[in-house]
């Protein structure tokens, strides 16, 4: 699956780096959101707030996806950034309710299935690992629900859900490469290939695009804007092969073409899941936003909020 921040509300964190100033407060009893008959206090929230932003690796990725707008100096998170993340614990908490109104019973996929989706969030293990370890137990238990979720609407989707999956990729080809700059780079690694090495690993470790991160990835083939002799292979290459190196403008490509329906549909009701708040009645502490239940989404504050004089902004994202 691809990076879980790519869906996540479209629940970019990384992408939350600028606009209004949130200063985190100290606090233990008001209350940050109520969902589902279940209430997450301010405490809680701001205390994760305040894990995201000491993590020092994540600022960097933070930094280098928001350019010159993001920032690493001592100041304080965004209100895009609190606000995505609060929509995200939303969600948790509604699939937490959903998992034990209906009885569902955690299996050990779905604990495995967690830890893989916090690093999606993330999109490193090196930032998974720079917070401290009872915090990355605490992603992977809140996520425990939305994995199980994933779960049982996998063992028997709707026919809703199969043919939106189609219409989203109606051949079912769906194109990943490698790009690198000399034929012998792409000659070395098709050897590593063919010798039994992971595609999506080698494009991650080696390719020179942005598709690198996830794990060579184009998406859908159908309608793809691909130069040529590029379009050409990805388009009549069988499925499931990879490519000898194809040169182009930019350098030389392995490609890949796979039937990811499966991974698809995986990804489409991960979406829904993570959008369980959807028309739900949720009650928010204005501090971090307006809930928006049309869209089910929270509208970050305009105005700066201020914390009393007794707290101590933490370093800033944004």
Request: charged share 15%; net charge negative.
């Amino acid at each position: 699956m691809k990076r879980l921040l790519a869906i996540l509300l479209g629940v970019v964190l990384v992408a939350a780096v600028v606009g209004a100033v949130f200063l985190v407060r100290s606090s233990d009893g008001p209350t940050a959101f109520t969902a589902s008959g279940v209430s997450v206090s301010q405490a809680t929230i701001d205390g994760e707030l305040q894990t995201l932003d000491e993590n020092k690796e994540l600022k960097k990725l933070l930094a280098q996806s928001g350019g010159a707008s993001a920032s690493t100096s001592p100041g304080s998170l965004s209100s895009e950034f609190a606000s995505s993340w609060v929509s995200l614990r939303i969600n948790q908490v509604i699939a937490a309710q959903t998992v034990k109104n209906q009885g569902i019973t955690i299996t050990s996929e779905d604990i495995a299935v967690a830890q893989e989706l916090v690093l999606q969030i993330f999109g490193s293990p090196e930032i998974v690992a720079a917070f401290p370890k009872d915090f990355q137990e605490e992603l992977v238990s809140n996520l425990v629900p939305v994995a199980a979720l994933i779960r049982v609407i996998r063992e028997s989707p709707s026919p809703t859900l199969v043919s939106e999956v189609k219409a989203q990729c109606p051949s079912g080809r769906y194109v990943s490469h490698i790009l690198v700059g000399t034929q012998e780079e792409a000659a070395t690694l098709l050897a590593q290939i063919n010798a039994g090495a992971d595609f999506a690993t080698l494009a991650q470790q080696n390719s020179t695009d942005g598709s690198a991160a996830q794990g060579g990835g184009l998406g859908c083939g159908d309608g793809a804007q691909f130069v040529e002799p590029f379009a050409t292979v990805a388009a009549t290459q069988a499925v499931g092969t990879v490519s000898n190196p194809v040169q182009t403008e930019f350098g030389f490509h392995l490609i890949k073409v796979t039937d990811n329906s499966d991974a698809a549909l995986t990804q489409l009701i991960l979406e829904k899941v993570l959008s369980g708040s959807l028309g739900t009645k949720v009650s928010l502490d204005p501090r971090y936003g307006t809930f928006d239940s049309r869209t089910g989404t929270i509208i970050p504050p305009k105005a700066l909020i201020g914390a009393p004089s007794s707290s101590v902004p933490l370093p800033a994202i944004g």
